[in-house]
Nanobody, 120 residues
Framework: QVQLVESGGGLVQPGGSLTLSCAAS????????MGWYRQAPGKQRELVAS???????NYADSVKGRFTISRDNAKNTVYLQMNSLKPEDTAVYYC??????????????WGQGTQVTVSS
């Protein structure tokens, strides 16, 4: 009933920038929090950044000052602006949305993942 489609991944040199997008579609009442997670090979998935429906944000310490999460509620889209990228940022990035399906039901949904590779 809900689909999250990601775009914007790719290969970037250290110090470069990249912006990820994730758009939600389907039948639902509203979207609560949205976030970006990442997972490197052999590593656990970790929360990178999150944003509430009202725009309150949280960031992992490793990306503070470099990444910015934002959302466009009219487009049901969340963005992740990534600046000053480092090799350790290399991972598959997944978006997540906590979606209210009706008055008494909500669920988390995930995007398909997009590869971000930071290398010279």
């Amino acid at each position: 009933q809900v689909q999250l489609v990601e775009s914007g991944g790719g290969l970037v040199q250290p110090g470069g920038s990249l912006t990820l997008s994730c758009a939600a579609s389907g039948r639902f009442l509203s979207i609560n929090a949205m976030g970006w997670y990442r997972q490197a090979p052999g590593k656990q998935r970790e929360l990178v950044a999150s944003i509430s429906s009202g725009g309150n944000t949280n960031y992992a310490d490793s990306v503070k000052g470099r990444f910015t999460i934002s959302r466009d509620n009219a487009k049901n889209t969340v963005y992740l602006q990534m600046n000053s990228l480092k090799p350790e940022d290399t991972a598959v990035y997944y978006c997540n949305a906590n979606v209210r399906l009706n008055w008494n039901n909500w669920n988390d949904f995930w995007g398909q993942g997009t590869q971000v590779t930071v290398s010279s």
